[in-house]
T-cell receptor, first 114, second 113 residues
Framework: EAGVAQSPRYKIIEKRQSVAFWCNPISGHATLYWYQQILGQGPKLLIQFQNNGVVDDSQLPKDRFSAERLKGVDSTLKIQPAKLEDSAVYLC????????????FGNGTRLTVT | AQSVTQLDSQVPVFEEAPVELRCNYSSSVSVYLFWYVQYPNQGLQLLLK??????LVKGINGFEAEFNKSQTSFHLRKPSVHISDTAEYFC???????????FGTGTSLTVIP
């Protein structure tokens, strides 16, 4: 099966600019996650979708981050305006959604904010 | 809520030696446990998972882990490591009620020739 697709792989922007990341999950996976991974740390959940509804966005900085899942399939994560501390790898993952089903990760987008 | 503690941030080990990466979790409900590996510039890849049943689970690349409910641990082991095992390893826990995953801070395994 095709894996989780993410684009772009790398992005460099200046602070206060905006940026968007795209994710296409594995076909049939109901649950989609966006994680932020700062260098040297574990992934931190930003938002979790079940189909096209939000399950958990408690750690999403809503003043600057937004995310949507179009028709319960693809998803985009946007940052506007970006800050230096947003430099990180943004990982998209998907799962079947039932208890115990593992996450399948994309290769991530490495964002550098200068 | 659940949380995961990986006790060792860095583990150097000589090639062909055994290794154990430690993971402890806390949760007030039943959980599922996972180990993921991350190679440079890649996403996380599932190594193994514990859902129920036998407490010793085997995964890919010769890794295995043992679930210990009384000690709330899920340590990862390999009897003989290779250079190619050099990577970052993450322990994760999810509950049986919401499929939300919580990750540890990771252990960097470096295999020395």
């Amino acid at each position: 099966e095709a894996g989780v697709a993410q684009s772009p792989r790398y992005k460099i922007i200046e602070k206060r600019q905006s940026v968007a990341f795209w994710c296409n999950p594995i076909s049939g996976h109901a649950t989609l996650y966006w994680y932020q991974q700062i260098l040297g740390q574990g992934p931190k959940l930003l938002i979790q979708f079940q189909n096209n509804g939000v399950v958990d966005d408690s750690q999403l900085p809503k003043d600057r981050f937004s995310a949507e899942r179009l028709k319960g399939v693809d998803s985009t994560l946007k940052i506007q305006p970006a800050k230096l501390e947003d430099s990180a790898v943004y990982l998209c993952a998907s799962s079947l959604g039932w208890g115990g089903s593992p996450l399948h990760f994309g290769n991530g987008t490495r964002l550098t904010v200068t | 809520a659940q949380s995961v503690t990986q006790l060792d941030s860095q583990v150097p080990v000589f090639e062909e030696a055994p290794v154990e990466l430690r993971c402890n979790y806390s949760s007030s409900v039943s959980v599922y446990l996972f180990w993921y590996v991350q190679y440079p510039n890649q996403g996380l890849q599932l190594l193994l998972k514990y859902l129920s049943g036998s407490t010793l689970v085997k995964g890919i690349n010769g890794f295995e882990a043992e679930f210990n409910k009384s000690q709330t641990s899920f340590h990862l082991r390999k009897p003989s490591v290779h250079i190619s095992d050099t990577a970052e390893y993450f322990c994760a826990v999810s509950s049986n009620t919401g499929n939300q995953f919580y990750f540890g801070t990771g252990t960097s395994l470096t295999v020395i020739p």
